[in-house]
């Protein structure tokens, strides 16, 4: 059989400082994770066992089902993870505690008969995953930032452009992404802000509340801002992607 190339939504996320916690600390860590992207699918419309997953060792990557729409892994997904990571590290010592670092891009990857899946997207994933504003959004507050998670441009203009519940233009702020060959411009947004949805914040969702209007602020003023709150860092604008002898 020969392989085929779809379309599909992709998720990385990245357990931040898991070295160091020693192998059965770690095992802790990803079952924790496991668990919580478990329980915060049961609230959206996706059935994980729909998706690919591949254990990363410290974190995971998963290929969402063709079609899926995109926003799906966004709200309520990533503010259900939050909200279970928090409640994990109430009950957890110092060296099981959970930060997250997440991605999202989406793009035509090859599907092999062997349910290998790969692609240039992903090499997109892997530097969003590892970029500066994401690493500082993650580590913002005394205790870090349950999750924080960032957007490839084509991500956002298929979610946070089309209007998606949930996903207000207007919180987000500038950033700039390098990583490598990698060079993009990111937006950062976080539940609680004063112009984004205020998920976590003790209001349900849907309630009818309206957050209260504020100027943009700098990138960092947001990440020192973010305290316990989920860490949104979304990329739109010109990216460029350059390849250099070795690939």
Known sequence: ??????????LACDIAGSAGRGQQRLQEIRDALRSALSGA???????????????TGDGCRLVAPAGLPKAGLLVPLLP???TRIREHNR???????LRVRAALHAGEVRLDPDGTVSGTPFEALARLLDSAPLRRAAAAGPDGTPVAAILSQHYYEETVGHGHEGLEAGAFTAAEVRVKEYAA??????PGSPVGPHLGSGREPGSGERPAEAGPRAVEQL???TGNGTVFAVGRGDQHIRYNERG
């Not at 059989?1 to 992709?10: G, I, S, V, W």
């Not at 411009?185 to 976080?190: D, M, N």
């Open 91 to 97: 009950h957890a010592g110092p060296e099981a505690r």
């Open 41 to 55: 699918f049961d609230h959206t419309d996706s059935d994980p066992r729909d998706f690919v997953y591949v254990d």
């Open 223 to 225: 990440v020192r801002a």
């Open 80 to 82: 259900e993870l939050g």
């Open 1 to 10: 059989m020969n392989p085929r190339y779809e379309y599909r939504a992709l």
């Open 185 to 190: 411009r990111a937006w950062l947004w976080y």
